[in-house]
């Protein structure tokens, strides 16, 4: 029902930036917030931020804090995630993720998409 496609992803140098874009579609209107998550190959997903779809509020993870934005542009059904000052440590396939129907704390995520590849070399 919900269609999500990640884009922006590439090989950048340490300490530089990328911009990375979800663009949701399908039966959206009862989006209520999405995320970003990152996955390296033998872990599981780590949490990077996620954004109320109503009223925009946000959170972070620690690692991320004062280096990533999470915004979103209602009219385009797209969330965005800017990156700036990327480490190696940033090195994973980031997907985004969207929580649809009822609200529930903690944000239960219905919909994944393909994932997109940031490379950072040192």
């Known amino acids: 029902q919900v269609q999500l496609v990640e884009s922006g992803g590439g090989l950048v140098q340490a300490g530089g930036s990328l911009r990375l874009s979800c663009a949701a579609s399908?039966?959206?209107?009862?989006?209520?917030?999405m995320g970003w998550f990152r996955q390296v190959p033998g872990k599981d997903h780590e949490f990077i931020a996620h954004?109320?779809?109503?009223?925009?509020?946000?959170r972070y993870a620690d690692s991320v804090k004062g280096r990533f934005t999470i915004s979103r542009d209602n009219a385009k059904n797209t969330v965005y995630l800017q990156m700036n000052s990327l480490k190696p440590e940033d090195t994973a396939v980031y997907y985004c993720?969207?929580?649809?129907?009822?609200?529930?704390?903690?944000?239960?995520?219905?919909?994944w998409g393909q994932g997109t590849q940031v490379t950072v070399s040192s």
């Open positions: 993720a969207a929580a649809i129907g009822v609200v529930r704390i903690p944000i239960k995520y219905d919909y």
């Open positions: 954004i109320y779809w109503s009223g925009g509020r946000t």
């Open positions: 399908g039966r959206t209107s009862n989006t209520y917030a």
